[in-house]
């Protein structure tokens, strides 16, 4: 299958492309090949020229804090004339040509206050709390919209084995290896998303043609400092330069954070796609790393 990319250069989108490319050809339009996201007439005639069947939609501003700043600015902010127009261009694009359309979004759009012990499943009604989570909330209502066959993806916390620029997970080893100590939240739940099953999912929903939301996450909620913990063992790193913190003490001053972001994975695993649990994710990312040197 031939897929056109919007933002492929970035954590997520790389590692799909280096995952996938022996099964399915992408070409992207990103800042990298000269179109800018939020010009329509430039994504429109990048989209027309595209013989892809299938729009992978990945760009992004996705710094919650960066977005936050943007709020006061409103729908002339980055934040929403990316997050926002620039999906909206991307989707009348998609249904000018008749493409097909994967939108990744993030378990943001949800609140946090639901103490549901299985997680939020993908019929639960978004209540985003931060800017960031408006303006991406708002792009999945415009795919949703959309008169061409979709699918939003809803991701959390990802994390890869390597990457110019950190992800969580790298950012709390490199930091353990260096003995400087982790302030860890130990009152937020996450279920990060191994971006190699992510690919194994994408794989799989191309294949079946399968359209609708679906929360692509990892089988195990843990909260950050649940996580630094686990990343110390996986790497037989010190656990002592661990230290507990507070959401409200370590995001003080910030955008607010969501309490409890877990999320069901039950719908794509049904699919036959088997998500791992963030320790089965954190060997992996080692056993790669290993096998690299």
């Known amino acids: ?16 492309v ?13 800042y990298d090949t000269g ?38 600015k409103g729908k002339m902010g980055d934040a929403w004339r990316i997050n926002v127009e620039g ?11 008749g493409k097909r359309i994967i939108y990744i ?23 985003p709390l931060n800017w960031y989570a408006v303006t991406k909330y708002e792009g999945e209502k415009i795919v949703a919209a959309a008169s061409v066959p979709w699918a939003v993806l809803r991701i959390a916390y990802p994390y890869r084995s390597f990457f110019p620029r950190n992800d969580f997970v790298r950012a709390i080893l490199t930091r353990l290896q260096k003995g400087e100590v982790v302030h860890a939240v130990e009152d937020h739940v996450m279920s ?16 079946r043609k399968a359209t609708g939301i679906y929360h692509v996450v990892g089988s195990q909620f843990v909260t950050p400092y649940q996580a630094a913990l686990a990343i110390a063992e996986t790497f037989s ?9 507070t959401r409200d003490n370590y995001f003080a001053g910030r955008a607010k954070r969501p ?20 320790e089965e994710g954190l060997l992996e990312v080692r056993s790669q790393i290993n096998n690299s040197k």
């Open 237 to 245: 790193l010190p656990k002592s330069l661990i230290a507990k913190t």
């Open 35 to 72: 179109v800018d996201i939020i010009d329509k007439q430039a994504v429109t005639k990048a989209v027309q020229a595209s013989s892809a069947q299938i729009i992978f939609h990945l760009a992004a501003k996705a710094n919650v804090d960066a977005c936050e700043e943007d709020k006061s």
């Open 18 to 30: 280096e995952l996938l490319q022996n099964k399915h050809s992408f070409e992207d339009i990103s």
């Open 87 to 97: 999906t909206r261009n991307v989707v009348d694009a998609a249904v000018t040509t």
């Open 192 to 207: 990060p998303t191994f971006i190699d099953d992510l690919a194994s999912a994408i794989n799989m929903l191309i294949e």
């Open 105 to 127: 979004s993030t378990d943001f759009v949800f609140d946090g206050e639901e103490t549901l012990q299985n997680g939020y499943r993908e019929d639960a009604v978004p209540n």
């Open 259 to 278: 309490f409890r972001l877990a999320l069901n994975n039950d719908k794509i695993e049904q699919l036959g796609v088997r998500m791992r649990t963030f």
């Open 1 to 16: 299958m031939k897929i056109l990319g919007v933002g492929l250069s970035g954590l997520v989108g790389s590692r799909i």
